[in-house]
């Protein structure tokens, strides 16, 4: 079983919310980690989103709009990614990551559309 | 601005090594604060973190990829470099540099990234 698993597709309507789910293994305690989210457009470089492991402990890349935000859901055992008033721009490819027994790991990605 | 480019061969045959070098530009390697990493993507899949190097040249390799890489840092030139040995056709992937700040005994994001380079494995 992955580290990290992300379901591989994700549809919403402009306008709409978008939840991306990154679940770890389990017996890793999704509690303990700070999850990394980052967003690549088709033919780009991946881009850093921002981090959360509590709502103390956080960060939003630079430049990187407040409907980006993160959180998670420890009933489920995942860290999630929550856009709020998707646009066409947000059509991506994202992956989460955790730094894991000394690697990081990255989730195998969701692939957001926007139709 | 702070910004990593790539550059290497796009071509490597197979057993042989895969040699590619990042170019640090509008800061200093040697200013300390951050690791230099190496991450590549296989065609049409996700990411994979094959390792990274402070300026004192302290590495963390990908456990999977260990037995093969080896990244060094010239902070005379402002560079990076990646080798990866014995490579095959699964070795074939978009590799791209990046850099993750270090504090607080924590490494950060990857917060800046080069554009990529497609390296190909075939003879």
């Known amino acids: 079983q992955p580290v990290l698993t992300q379901p591989t597709s994700l549809s919403a309507s402009p306008g709409a919310s978008a939840r991306f789910t990154c679940t770890l293994r389990?017996?890793?305690?999704?509690?303990?980690?700070?999850i990394y989210w980052y967003q690549q457009k088709p033919g780009s470089l991946p881009r850093y989103l921002l981090r959360?492991?509590?709502?103390?402990?956080?960060?939003?890349g630079s430049g990187v709009p407040s409907r980006f935000s993160g959180s998670k859901d420890a009933s489920t055992n995942a860290g999630l990614l929550l856009i709020s008033g998707l646009q066409s721009e947000d059509e991506a490819d994202y992956y989460c990551?955790?730094?894991?027994?000394?690697?990081?790991?990255f989730g195998g990605g969701t692939k957001l559309t926007v139709l | 601005q702070v910004q990593l480019q790539e550059s290497g061969p796009g071509l490597v045959k197979p057993s042989q090594t895969l040699s590619l070098t990042c170019t640090v530009s509008?800061?200093?390697?040697?200013?300390?604060?951050?690791?230099w990493s190496w991450i590549r993507q296989h065609p049409g899949k996700g990411l994979e973190w094959i390792g990274y190097?402070?300026?004192?040249?302290?590495?963390y390799y990908n456990p999977s990829l260990k037995s093969r890489v080896t990244i060094s840092v010239d902070t005379s030139k402002n560079q990076f470099s990646l080798k990866l040995s014995s490579v095959t056709a699964a070795d074939t992937a978009v590799y791209y540099c990046?850099?993750?700040?270090?504090?607080?005994?924590?490494?950060?994001?990857?917060?800046?990234w080069g554009q990529g380079t497609m390296v190909t494995v075939s003879s």
């Open positions: 990046a850099r993750a700040p270090y504090g607080g005994n924590k490494v950060g994001a990857f917060d800046i």
């Open positions: 509008g800061g200093s390697i040697s200013s300390g604060g951050y690791y």
């Open positions: 190097i402070y300026y004192s040249g302290s590495t």
């Open positions: 389990s017996g890793i305690n999704v509690g303990t980690y700070r």
């Open positions: 959360y492991k509590s709502d103390s402990d956080k960060q939003q």
């Open positions: 990551a955790i730094w894991y027994s000394s690697t990081w790991v």
